[in-house]
C-alpha cells in the first residue's frame, strides 16, 4: 500500500512559480511512474506530466511544456512538479498519483491506483 500527500500549494500571480511535493509512503515507490493531474472546477481530471520510477522518462501535456518541470528524488520518495510562468488557467487542485502497472507512463487516471488528497494552486491576473 502506497499513500500519497501533496504539498506546496497556494496562491500565486500569473508569471509566478509554485513548487509542488508529492510526498509517498511504501519502498516500491520508486518502482512506480508517478503522475501530476489537476481538475478545474467543473472540468474533468486532466494528466498534466509523467515520470517513470527511474526519472529517465517524462512526459508532458501539451499546455505545460517548457513551464513545467517534474523530477524525482526517490532517496526521499518524493516526486516535485515545478510550476513557472504560471498562468491563470493553471488553477486547479492538484493531484499525483501512482501507477504500480510497470506499462509506462498512462495519461489515463484509470491506470493509477493510489491517490493523494489534492492541493490547490490559484493564479491570479
Known amino acids: 500500500q502506497v499513500q500519497l500527500v501533496e504539498s506546496g500549494g497556494g496562491l500565486a500571480q500569473a508569471g509566478g512559480s509554485l513548487r509542488l511535493s508529492c510526498g509517498a509512503s511504501?519502498?516500491?515507490?520508486?518502482?512506480?511512474?508517478v503522475g501530476w493531474f489537476r481538475q478545474a472546477p467543473g472540468k474533468e481530471r486532466e494528466f498534466v506530466a509523467g515520470?517513470?520510477?527511474?526519472?529517465?522518462?517524462?512526459v508532458y501535456v501539451d499546455s505545460v511544456k517548457g513551464r513545467f518541470t517534474i523530477s524525482r528524488d526517490n532517496g526521499k520518495n518524493t516526486v516535485y512538479l515545478q510550476m513557472n510562468n504560471l498562468k491563470p488557467e493553471d488553477t486547479a487542485v492538484y493531484y499525483c498519483?501512482?501507477?504500480?502497472?510497470?506499462?509506462?507512463?498512462?495519461?489515463?487516471?484509470?491506470?493509477?491506483?493510489?491517490w493523494g488528497q489534492g492541493t490547490q494552486v490559484t493564479v491570479s491576473s
Open positions: 515520470i517513470t520510477g527511474s526519472g529517465r522518462n517524462i
Open positions: 511504501g519502498r516500491t515507490f520508486s518502482s512506480y511512474v
Open positions: 498519483a501512482a501507477d504500480r502497472s510497470r506499462l509506462g507512463i498512462q495519461r489515463s487516471k484509470a491506470f493509477y491506483d493510489y
